[in-house]
């Protein structure tokens, strides 16, 4: 079976990163895909991956293999994942990725802030920015509260 082949990891265990799915998981053939799942705004691990595998039967041979195995006091939750499931959006990484570790995601924002928007896009945002506000000093009205935001 040429067609490649996805697996769902669940329940990962502290520790057990990219770095070391990919080293573990070799072992059973090649992987074209991993894709740990992390917090957007902490860069955490949410403790389960998908990995894309260069052959469907390997995968199943990660699947039997793997599921319900025990490793560093978690049992693991392995399944073979649909071939249709798969996205190629999937195995993008959300975040930036810089000399192999994650940015994270305020030091981003910190330097698109750094760089400074154009005059017509910062009116942009100024003026969203009013609509909002008016906007709940209205519900705010409609509440009973009489109250002026700054």
Do not use: C
């Amino acid at each position: 079976e040429n067609t490649p082949g996805t697996i769902y990891i669940g329940r990962l265990p502290h520790g057990f990163f990219e770095r070391q799915l990919r080293a573990y998981y070799s072992q059973f053939g090649t992987i074209k895909n991993l894709r740990l799942a992390r917090n957007k705004r902490t860069g955490k691990s949410q403790h389960h991956a998908f990995i894309e595998f260069a052959s469907g039967a390997v995968a199943d041979i990660v699947v039997k293999t793997m599921d319900k195995y025990l490793l560093f006091g978690h049992i693991m939750q392995v399944r073979r994942v649909p071939a249709e499931a798969v996205n190629e959006k999937m195995w993008k990484a959300g975040r930036s990725v810089k000399g192999g570790r994650i940015m994270p995601r305020n030091r981003i924002e910190r330097s698109h802030l750094r760089r400074g928007a154009e005059r017509e896009k910062w009116e942009q945002r100024v003026e969203r920015e009013e609509n909002r506000r008016k906007d709940k000093s209205e519900k705010l009205k409609e509440l009973g509260y009489e109250f002026e935001m700054p």
